[in-house]
């Protein structure tokens, strides 16, 4: 597959743990927050996203939360499985204009069977 | 319903030539936007293009075009390429390109400068 990253820090976990995967985002504009999960060889997906009306935002077996305060984000994977293994982009944009949305540098989620 | 589609998968070229990329939307998108992914730079935006229009620009050099079909099918074009441009280009479609809507990614044309 290809490599989307040779020096991403690395998160391992052991399957059946749960994850959390850190993100600092830069924009205080930004007020639409995005993560997304690239495989080896395909590009990225869209797994979940907040506004920033919001703290927390639930999905299936993950959950966003944000705090605005600190220009932070986090994506928690609960119950993570070897095919939760990827890179995981966080992302910012700005819901008032048209698409532009700038990317985080990414993290490798590693699971350990 | 089909997803994102980019042609060629893979291209190696030599520096000083030029290369036409493509990408196919999902059915019924109609805004396109093309990403480079490297190793140091991680994603980055390069431009955005809606009915035939370009209507946003990321910092890239004028060296990076593109274009956009009626069929919202667009291309995007490098003349005169450096060793910098290896990269995997990624393109992405949405319905209209608002700024909260979920953009959906194709596999991505890996080019390799030589």
């Known amino acids: 597959g290809e490599s989307v990253g040779l020096h991403l820090p690395t998160l391992s976990v052991q399957e059946g743990d749960n994850s959390i995967i850190n993100c600092a985002y830069s924009n205080s504009a930004s007020d639409y927050f995005i993560w997304y999960k690239q495989e080896s060889g395909k590009g990225p997906q869209f797994i979940i996203d907040?506004?920033?009306?919001?703290d927390k935002r639930q999905g299936q077996r993950v959950t966003v939360l944000l705090n605005k305060t600190v220009k932070h984000l986090s994506l928690q994977i609960a119950a993570t499985q070897p095919g939760d293994s990827a890179v995981y982009f966080c992302?910012?944009?700005?819901?008032?204009?048209?698409?532009?949305?700038?990317f985080g540098t990414g993290t490798k989620l590693q699971v350990i069977p | 319903k089909a997803g994102v589609t980019q042609t060629p998968r893979y291209l190696i070229k030599t520096r000083g030539q030029q290369v036409t990329l493509s990408c196919s939307p999902i059915?019924?998108?109609?805004?396109v936007s093309w990403y480079q992914q490297t190793p140091g730079q991680g994603l980055q935006f390069l431009f955005e293009y809606f009915s035939e229009t370009q209507r946003n620009k990321g910092n890239f050099p004028g060296r990076f075009s593109g274009r956009q079909f009626s069929n919202s099918r667009s291309e995007m074009n490098v003349s005169t390429l450096e060793l910098g441009d290896s990269a995997l280009y990624l393109c992405?479609?949405?319905?209209?390109?608002?700024?909260?809507?979920?953009?959906?990614f194709g596999p991505g044309t890996r080019l390799l400068v030589l």
């Open positions: 059915s019924g998108h109609r805004s």
């Open positions: 992302a910012e944009g700005y819901s008032g204009g048209y698409q532009k949305v700038t």
């Open positions: 992405a479609s949405s319905l209209v390109g608002a700024g909260r809507e979920t953009q959906y």
């Open positions: 907040i506004r920033s009306n919001m």
